[in-house]
């Protein structure tokens, strides 16, 4: 049995039993057809036991085959019915009412680790909007579960690895992906905004600035550009190059043992000509590289 629980002998309730035999001989596809009947019914939709099992029929069949075509609709039953089952317990006292926090937990996760593909650049399922409406359902069910779960390292780990989806779509293609460049803010900005000294978000952010600046001038900048337009470009270039500043630096003062941010502010200052700067992290690098610092 996927549940504890006593047979209920009320006529009523047959399919109640019948669906709890199917479990127990693997037919989930009958199980669920009765099963969506019991919850229905006028004697057994308010039953706790009755939600509960609904929910695990279906969480069994999402497992048999998460990718498949049915799989969200499997999973996305088995999540309705367990947040029933725990409703209609508005006590806490039901047997089961672990089992049901532990199992929509469960669920919470699948959708947060779908975003291992859905957000890799390289796979033809990736998505930016699916990736968030799973981190969303993947937060409610979590928290519906446990409400007192501490949900900040989580919203860390996505928004640094949204930030660094969209940063690289951006790199891929700065006009028809332009959108992806605030996206990419807005991402390591709410890292930041948990946790300032996340040294990946700070670096990752000031790069984000610093390339796209380096784009404009040598990269984007048509041929036959006039020196009104010339002007403008390097203009916002420079803006770009001064957003990309406070966090490289930040980057360095986090951890000044790594080359990647001295070598990026070498860049910086010398875009913006400022080399006295330039110099002072360049004799930073040269006793880096010299000590033999990672």
Same mark, same amino acid.
């Given at each position: 049995?996927?549940?504890?629980?006593?047979?209920?002998?009320?006529?009523?309730?047959?399919?109640?039993?019948?669906?709890?035999?199917?479990?127990?001989?693997?037919?989930?596809?009958?199980?669920?057809?009765?099963?969506?009947? %019991?919850?229905?019914?006028?004697?057994?939709?308010?039953?706790?036991?009755?939600?509960?099992?609904?929910?695990?029929?279906?969480?069994?069949?999402?497992?048999?085959?998460?990718?498949?075509?049915?799989?969200?609709?499997?999973?996305?039953?088995? %999540?309705?019915?367990?947040?029933?089952?725990?409703?209609?317990?508005?006590?806490?006292?039901?047997?089961?009412?672990?089992?049901?926090?532990?199992?929509?937990?469960?669920?919470?996760?699948?959708?947060?680790?779908?975003?291992? %593909?859905?957000?890799?650049?390289?796979?033809?399922?990736?998505?930016?909007?699916?990736?968030?409406?799973?981190?969303?359902?993947?937060?409610?069910?979590?928290?519906?579960?446990?409400?007192?779960?501490?949900?900040?390292?989580?919203?860390?780990?996505?928004?640094?690895?949204?930030?660094?989806?969209?940063?690289?779509?951006?790199?891929?293609?700065?006009?028809?992906?332009?959108?992806?460049?605030?996206?990419?803010?807005?991402?390591?900005?709410?890292?930041?905004?948990?946790?300032?000294?996340?040294?990946?978000?700070?670096?990752?952010?000031?790069?984000?600035?610093?390339?796209?600046?380096?784009?404009?001038?040598?990269?984007?900048?048509?041929?036959?550009?006039?020196?009104?337009?010339?002007?403008?470009?390097?203009?916002?270039?420079?803006?770009?190059?001064?957003?990309?500043?406070?966090?490289?630096?930040?980057?360095?003062?986090?951890?000044?043992?790594?080359?990647?941010?001295?070598?990026?502010?070498?860049?910086?200052?010398?875009?913006?000509?400022?080399?006295?700067?330039?110099?002072?992290?360049?004799?930073?690098?040269?006793?880096?590289?010299?000590?033999?610092?990672?």
């Amino acid at each position: 049995m996927l549940l504890a629980c006593s047979r209920f002998a009320h006529a009523q309730i047959d399919s109640l039993n019948k669906a709890s035999e199917c479990i127990e001989k693997g037919d989930l596809l009958r199980a669920r057809n009765l099963m969506d009947g %019991v919850v229905q019914h006028p004697e057994t939709r308010t039953m706790i036991y009755a939600w509960g099992l609904r929910a695990s029929v279906y969480k069994e069949l999402y497992k048999k085959d998460p990718s498949g075509v049915t799989a969200s609709e499997f999973r996305g039953k088995a %999540v309705e019915s367990y947040k029933q089952a725990l409703k209609l317990d508005s006590s806490g006292k039901d047997e089961n009412n672990e089992v049901f926090r532990k199992n929509l937990k469960f669920l919470a996760s699948s959708y947060y680790n779908e975003n291992l %593909v859905l957000l890799d650049p390289d796979n033809k399922n990736a998505s930016y909007s699916k990736a968030k409406e799973n981190y969303e359902k993947f937060k409610d069910i979590t928290l519906f579960a446990d409400p007192y779960f501490d949900m900040k390292q989580k919203e860390i780990e996505f928004n640094n690895a949204l930030g660094s989806y969209c940063d690289k779509l951006f790199a891929t293609n700065r006009k028809t992906n332009k959108d992806f460049f605030q996206k990419a803010i807005d991402a390591y900005g709410r890292v930041i905004q948990l946790d300032p000294d996340n040294w990946g978000a700070n670096y990752n952010l000031g790069m984000l600035y610093y390339n796209y600046g380096v784009s404009l001038v040598y990269y984007d900048l048509p041929v036959d550009t006039d020196l009104v337009a010339l002007d403008r470009i390097q203009e916002n270039s420079r803006k770009l190059f001064k957003s990309a500043e406070p966090y490289v630096l930040k980057a360095n003062q986090l951890n000044p043992k790594r080359k990647e941010p001295v070598k990026a502010l070498i860049a910086i200052y010398f875009s913006l000509i400022e080399d006295a700067k330039k110099d002072f992290y360049q004799k930073m690098l040269d006793a880096m590289e010299k000590e033999g610092g990672k």
